[in-house]
C-alpha cells in the first residue's frame, strides 16, 4: 500500500479565502516499531491557489497499517488565515492485493 497522491482543497468559506496563510506543510506516518517517515509535503505552498497537491514520497505503507496503532501527523509553518477556514483532504492509496486460492 502506497499513497499515490494527496490534496488539499479549502471548502469553507466558499469564496475570498486561499492558502496563502500557509507556507509549507509535511505529513508523517509513524507506528509501533516503525519510524516516523515522510508522506507527502508542499514547500512552498503554491500562492493565491483555494486547492493544491502535495508530493508524495510512495512510502510502503504495509508495515505502518498492519501495527496494532498508526498515526498521520502534520507539521505547518504560516500565519493565522483571515477567515475560519475548512480544509477537505483527499489521499488516494494504490493497494496491491494478493489473493491466494481458487473462485468457483
Do not use: W
Amino acid at each position: 500500500m502506497r499513497l499515490v497522491s494527496l490534496r488539499l482543497d479549502i471548502t469553507s468559506p466558499a469564496s475570498g479565502q486561499n492558502f496563502d496563510f500557509l507556507s509549507a506543510i509535511a505529513f508523517f506516518a509513524s507506528a509501533d516499531g516503525q519510524p516516523e517517515r515522510s508522506l507527502a509535503t508542499s514547500d512552498p505552498v503554491p500562492p493565491g491557489v483555494r486547492g493544491f497537491g502535495c508530493k508524495t514520497s510512495r512510502l510502503e505503507l504495509a508495515p505502518y497499517v498492519a501495527a496494532p496503532s498508526m498515526d498521520v501527523t502534520t507539521t505547518s509553518t504560516g500565519k493565522r488565515p483571515t477567515h475560519e477556514t475548512t480544509i477537505r483532504a483527499t489521499l488516494v492509496l494504490d493497494v496491491d492485493v494478493n489473493v491466494s486460492g481458487l473462485l468457483d
